[in-house]
């Protein structure tokens, strides 16, 4: 059994890259790779095909967390037939899949921040506007959620087994 993860930003080269990185690194540190495949995207087409935002790269790379291989692009219909959890960074993505998923979706749908465990804050605030603080803080959102996702996860694979 394999569960597919597909978290979706804005522009995906921001906090979406980031949640796939941070989240990736944890599911491989509890070696569980080859059960859980983890994908990221975007809501917009503006960043098809470029590089996550040098300053996400940065902040993540001093958390020990690579973004250089990763690439955006845009959600599409075929997304929910491949993920089983698809995870937005804030309402408005949220809103944009809950319009765009077919109606007999029967995967999670859902905020990162609201899933499995509600967090302090529910939305990962956009950091494209802001300064560097504002980098840190998506990483220590996601950070926190990923540990909170990862438990579930486990849980759930053990129960498949
Ligand atoms: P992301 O951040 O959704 O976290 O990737 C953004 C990236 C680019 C833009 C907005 C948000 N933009 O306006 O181009």
Redesign the pocket.
């Known amino acids: 059994m394999s569960i597919n993860v597909l978290f979706v ?8 890259p980031s949640a796939e990185a941070v989240f990736r690194a944890k599911v491989a540190a509890a070696g569980l790779q080859r059960q859980i495949i983890i994908d990221s995207a ?1 809501t917009s087409d ?2 098809i095909g470029k590089a996550p ?1 040098p300053r996400s790269c940065q902040a993540a790379l001093k958390r020990g967390y690579d973004l250089s291989s990763l690439r955006g692009r845009q959600v599409q219909s075929e997304d929910f037939r491949r993920f089983n959890y698809i995870l937005a ?1 804030d309402n408005a993505n949220l809103s944009h899949l809950q319009a765009m998923a077919p109606a007999d979706y029967s995967g999670t749908l859902e905020l990162m921040l609201n899933f499995p465990v509600r967090q302090v804050l529910l939305e990962v605030p ?3 506007f802001d300064a560097e603080q504002g980098f840190e803080q998506v990483l220590d959102l996601i950070e926190t959620a990923s540990d909170a996702l990862l438990a579930h996860l486990q849980a759930r694979l053990s129960q498949a087994n």
């Open positions: 930003c804005l522009g995906n080269i921001c906090r979406s975007g503006w960043h935002d960074m956009d950091p494209y």
